[in-house]
């Protein structure tokens, strides 16, 4: 059985700063690449990052991209998303996701989800 858990969201005024993680049991971690979606009130789940099973490499949206950080532990089977400089739009469920093969922006292509973690920016 594998289970994902996101923690660490919360509420936050713009310009403010969270950390969430993400830990995986139930496969090998390490050998998954993993990923972060975002999914607004109203709208479909949006793929923001994603970083390879090695840690080295990393890929983000263009409207994340400065603000957010990916990191992964494989001795943890966890995987970070530290977030700065937070804006109103970046409100929503976080979710992680593995995937064996690859990472891809189709959340429909992975098997794995956790119950997310809702992040909310407002002053």
């Known amino acids: 059985q594998v289970y994902v858990v996101e923690s660490g969201g919360g509420l936050v005024q713009p310009g403010g700063s969270l950390k969430l993680s993400c830990e995986v049991s139930g496969l090998t971690f390490s050998t998954h690449s993993m990923s972060w979606f975002r999914q607004a009130p109203g709208k479909e789940r949006e793929f923001l990052s994603a970083?390879?099973?090695?840690?080295?490499?990393?890929v983000y949206i263009d409207p994340v991209k400065g603000r957010f950080t990916i990191t992964r532990d494989n001795d943890k089977n966890t995987v970070n998303l530290q977030m700065n400089n937070l804006k109103p739009e970046d409100t929503g469920v976080y979710y992680c996701?593995?995937?064996?093969?690859?990472?891809?922006?189709?959340?429909?292509?992975?098997?794995?989800w956790g119950q997310g973690t809702q992040v909310t920016v407002s002053s």
């Open positions: 970083i390879s099973r090695s840690g080295i490499n990393t």
């Open positions: 996701a593995p995937h064996k093969i690859h990472f891809y922006k189709d959340p429909s292509r992975y098997e794995y």
